[in-house]
């Protein structure tokens, strides 16, 4: 009747409430779900904070969700997970307080012989704090270890916690993983957001630096073993890593990754033209910010990485054209600069079929052994 907000229902000091959940039987809402190092519930209801409670004293110490339940909301799918295991299928009824189990999602994996991810946070050079998660191979020490650093995509996402193959595939070969939510992450609110436009490859990438400098300060990375890898636009962030701070990598894996960001917004595909307008504001207008996007695509800058280099696209790729790739991979031949190309033919913007899957983890273990030992 007013068109206004009346009262605040719930809010969390750090980051965005992530969800609502509502009963329809009861017309009310029940829940709120924020994401801060991992999920959490505010509970507006007694009925289904107890549910929760007699749910969780069953199941034990993993995390769960609610995937589905009756119209009289007296039975409920239950889903566990954890960062070692993707979990199992419950049916739990809430007239008998009893779980019962319905299926495994993936019997094959064994939590104990998988890797934990401990959420961490650190210092950027100008105060702000990033969260993050740091994965370390199965009874090693945090000491002196050889690191992937492993920036996300979007980049307007985050890195959540939870069972992550890619981590776990790299932890089980021996590497320790630092994922990083880097400025311009969503959940920390809109300001943490908007402080991100304008600044690819410059205080994004400090931020992911700033990582790298908090590893080393720590003693947990050796300064001499630690590898960028990425895709999309974490595939960005890695050739920007290796060509504006050459000194922190000891190699990069760029996975359908921009290189150049003047062809990068040439090539925006069809269903990205409303986005365009977006694109300007939040990366850079090509006339009107020319000098800024020439400084921070890594393209232009070949002269300053010596690093090793592997590189994986998709020939299909609408969102990343495999003309970036292309660009980095003979700018650097030309300068005798290391350098790895898989290319599929058959693929857009990241591999889906499973061989190809197999052939570029094959081919990142060997490259990373070589180059990290």
Same mark, same amino acid.
């Given at each position: ?8 229902? =719930? ?73 070692? #295991? ?13 779980? #019962?189990? @319905? ?6 994996? /064994? ?8 959420? %961490? ?41 939870? =069972?992550?193959?890619? *981590? ?8 320790? *993983? ?23 490859? @410059? ?22 073993? *630690? ?16 060509? =504006?701070?050459?000194? @922190? ?56 990485? #010596? ?8 020939? /299909?790729?609408?969102?990343?054209? %495999? ?9 650097? /031949? ?8 898989? *290319? ?6 990241? =591999? ?22």
């Amino acid at each position: 009747e007013t068109k206004k907000e009346t009262e605040v229902l =719930f809010e969390h000091s750090e980051v965005d409430v992530a969800g609502l959940s509502y009963s329809r039987k009861h017309r009310k809402i029940t829940a709120a779900r924020y994401e801060s190092w991992k999920f959490f519930r505010h509970f507006f209801d007694e009925q289904t904070k107890e549910n929760f409670e007699k749910i969780k004293k069953q199941l034990g110490a993993l995390s769960i969700s609610i995937t589905s339940h009756d119209k009289e909301e007296e039975k409920f799918i239950v889903r566990t997970y954890s960062d070692r #295991t993707l979990g199992k299928y419950y049916l739990y009824d809430s007239s008998t307080e009893k779980c #019962t189990e @319905l299926a495994d999602v993936s019997p094959w994996i /064994k939590p104990e012989e998988m890797a934990e991810m401990e959420a %961490i946070k650190y210092e950027a050079r100008d105060g702000r704090i990033i969260h993050g998660y740091l994965s370390v191979p199965l009874g090693e020490e945090k000491k002196n270890l050889p690191v992937v650093i492993n920036p996300h995509g979007g980049p307007w996402h985050r890195d959540s916690w939870g =069972f992550n193959p890619e *981590v776990q595939f790299l932890c089980n070969r021996g590497y320790a *993983v630092l994922q990083m939510n880097f400025r311009g992450s969503t959940g920390y609110g809109r300001e943490f957001w908007s402080s991100s436009f304008g600044e690819w490859g @410059l205080k994004m990438q400090d931020d992911i630096s700033d990582g790298v400098k908090w590893l080393v300060d720590e003693g947990i990375a050796d300064s001499k073993r *630690v590898a960028i890898y990425g895709g999309s636009y974490g595939g960005y962030a890695c050739l920007a890593g290796l060509a =504006f701070t050459p000194d @922190l990598y000891a190699c990069g894996i760029d996975y359908v990754g921009v290189s150049n960001l003047f062809s990068f917004m040439q090539t925006i595909p069809p269903y990205w033209k409303p986005y365009l307008g977006m694109m300007y504001e939040m990366v850079g207008h090509p006339e009107k910010d020319q000098e800024r996007l020439r400084a921070t695509s890594p393209v232009f800058h070949v002269d300053k990485i #010596t690093a090793p280099l592997f590189v994986a696209q998709g020939a /299909k790729d609408p969102r990343v054209n %495999i003309d970036e790739s292309d660009q980095i991979v003979k700018a650097l /031949k030309n300068r005798n600069v290391e350098v790895q190309y898989l *290319v599929k033919d058959n693929e857009g913007h990241g =591999f889906r079929n499973e061989e190809n899957r197999f052939e570029f983890y094959e081919t990142m273990e060997a490259f990373l052994k070589e180059h990290l030992g």
